[in-house]
């Protein structure tokens, strides 16, 4: 489909993503010739990801010195009859705002976003500029509990209509109480009310979680990633 094949998954902290049609989004495929030059910083690319039903580009990457390292799901379902957010007690929700720094703080430090792996740290600016900056505000769910943010999802609605959590995080000393799931239903209403006709997010293959997602919010599985980096040298 449609959704498998274009740039969602640079949404979800990859580099570049190579299209099954040999096509990439970023830098370019000169990433793939040259993989010790991407390595090193070159045009900002350090990891490749591509479809695992790609077999030819899979096969383009091995030759060029990529190897597999991770891989990401593709979560999807229907954007009607999506459940309600459950709130748990205490918790409120509050737009983005124009500081967005307590939010950045919550991902990257609170609820520890690049203790995942495959997942980067991205300071404020940069964090801005790919997720707020642009963007519409309404479009981003803010949870406080205690007058303090506890939980963060962001993201979008693409061209194709599909809503899209690009991050969900969770304060973790909140973890448990069933945020993360409330965050999700609540990004996934407003990706409807703003045009999307299905939803979805990426998790990592490591994720514990992921199963519990795909039950709790009748999301199923549309695609596996694959994430490449160089082979090590010597």
């Known amino acids: 489909s449609s959704f498998a094949s274009n740039v969602k998954p640079l949404m979800v902290d990859m580099t570049l993503a190579a299209l099954p049609d040999g096509g990439a989004h970023g830098p370019g495929t000169a990433a793939v010739d040259d ?8 045009g900002g690319v350090v990891q490749v990801e591509a479809l695992s039903r790609d077999t030819t580009l899979r096969d383009a990457l091995a030759e060029q010195g990529w190897v597999h390292v991770r891989s990401q799901f593709e979560l999807v379902r229907p954007a009607d009859d999506l459940p309600a957010p459950d709130w748990p007690e205490g918790v409120t929700v509050s737009p ?13 430090e609170e609820a520890g976003w690049a203790d995942v792996p495959g997942h980067t740290v991205r300071d404020l600016d940069e964090w801005v500029d790919l997720f707020v900056t642009g963007e519409d505000p309404d479009q981003q769910v803010v949870a406080r509990a205690d007058g303090r943010v506890v939980g963060v999802a962001v993201g979008k609605v693409f061209p194709d209509r599909t809503g899209w959590v690009a991050q969900v995080a969770v304060h973790r000393d909140q973890r448990g109480r069933g945020l993360g799931t409330a965050l999700l239903a609540e990004a996934f209403a407003r990706r409807v009310a703003a045009g999307a006709t299905q939803v979805g997010l990426g998790v990592s293959a490591t994720n514990p979680d992921a199963p519990r997602l795909s039950r709790s919010l009748g999301l199923e599985f549309a695609g596996e990633w694959l994430g490449h980096r160089v082979r090590a040298t010597t």
Do not use: F, I, N
């Open 96 to 108: 983005l705002g124009d500081d967005p720094s307590e939010a950045h703080r919550l991902v990257y």
């Open 35 to 42: 993989p010790h030059g991407a390595q090193s910083g070159q």
